[in-house]
């Protein structure tokens, strides 16, 4: 998942209230159950020995985003008095129950679990006019471009006459132009937003002759959707299933690309020593994280400053750190890889690696 908008999360210090909170269905105890909610939340900080300005601030919030994002689950991170971060999740833990830790680091982890890894996507709306682009990130979507080609001519006849083939060529030719404009159009929109994916929806001429013109290097993943398009009111709903699915599809071929070159004979990291040096390093590209894997909850030491990583006290000192402190391997992993602008991998629980749970791909090899 992008890790670049937990940055607030790494740059000062805890201890840190995190707090998921599961859907709210909407019914006749809805209120009931809110407030039964924020006194479970409250409690657990308070036998956790959370500090009252971080309880109250906890409170606040999920009062306040209670109507916000109703229907929606989302979790908070606090520390100090204050609200650090308050982000959606594509699903929340399971029952009606938040779960709440009180931390020396921010419980990362089940981020990878319920944020879901949402690559950002580029949707083309097209048709033999033009074509109207959207960006779709996990933050919501927006238009970013608009392409109107020729207007004329766009339509051919049913006429065999040889006057008229010669028109019906030059409306093949428009077609053709204007689906070279908006090939070079997405070609832009993929340079100014780094978009991974592309959904063109539309007839299937129309995302074949666009397709024929994308460049070969830019996107990840091109996919296509009979389903929406241009013409006012057109249906969204089978689009956004199509859309999801696409994305669904390349989160998994990426993560079955990652654990390939992680496998027996890859350049993968997985004990927990060369790990932590790895990150200490900054050496580490990718991090791989099962949740169920028993490294996940190994004890490591650290400090303020996320470099200030290893197994033992002594040497977590030894890097500078005043103070040393136990945490669990996992969110220490991560909170190195949010500092350090690597990138994160939730593995499924059959996987067969990393055997202890954790594991890395190195941003370079020795040869």
Not at 46 to 64: K, N, P, Q, W, Y
Not at 273 to 295: K, M, Q, S
């Amino acid at each position: 998942m992008k890790l670049s908008t937990l940055h607030p999360l790494v740059e000062r210090p805890g201890p840190w209230a995190s707090v998921y909170v599961p859907v709210v269905t909407a019914d006749e105890s809805t209120l009931r159950r809110r407030d039964l909610r924020a006194r479970h939340v409250q409690g657990e900080l308070r036998r956790m020995g959370a500090d009252e300005g971080t309880r109250r601030v906890v409170d606040d919030a999920l009062s306040a985003l209670a109507d916000e994002r109703r229907n929606s689950p989302y979790v908070l991170f606090a520390a100090d008095g204050d609200l650090v971060c308050a982000e959606p999740l594509a699903e929340g833990p399971p029952g009606d129950a938040p779960s709440v830790w009180w931390s020396r680091l921010p419980r990362l982890t089940p981020l990878l679990e319920y944020a879901h890894d949402e690559p950002d996507c580029l949707v083309a709306y097209v048709d033999r006019a033009g074509a109207d682009i959207e960006l779709r990130t996990p933050a919501g979507r927006r238009p970013v471009g608009e392409v109107e080609g020729k207007q004329w001519p766009l339509h051919r006849t049913a006429s065999a006459d040889w006057s008229e083939r010669h028109f019906q060529l030059k409306v093949e030719n428009t077609w053709e132009e204007n689906a070279k404009a908006i090939a070079h159009a997405l070609a832009s929109c993929q340079e100014q937003t780094g978009a991974e994916l592309l959904v063109l929806a539309g007839d299937v001429r129309e995302r074949s002759a666009v397709h024929a013109h994308l460049p070969a290097q830019g996107f990840t993943r091109v996919g296509d959707s009979e389903h929406g398009g241009r013409a006012r009111g057109a249906d969204g709903r089978l689009l956004d299933e199509d859309v999801n699915r696409i994305a669904a599809d390349h989160a998994r071929h990426r993560t079955d690309g990652l654990l390939d070159r992680f496998g027996d004979g890859g350049d993968g990291m997985e004990h927990l020593e060369a790990l932590v040096e790895a990150a200490r390093e900054h050496r580490v590209a990718t991090l791989l994280v099962r949740h169920d894997g028993p490294d996940a909850a190994r004890e490591v030491w650290t400090g303020t400053d996320p470099d200030q990583l290893a197994l033992r006290r002594t040497d977590a000192a030894a890097l500078g750190a005043e103070q040393p402190f136990a945490a669990r391997a996992d969110d220490a992993l991560l909170r190195s890889a949010v500092a350090t602008g690597a990138d994160a991998v939730l593995v499924p629980a059959d996987s067969a690696h990393p055997v202890g749970g954790l594991g890395a791909l190195p941003r370079w090899t020795y040869s």
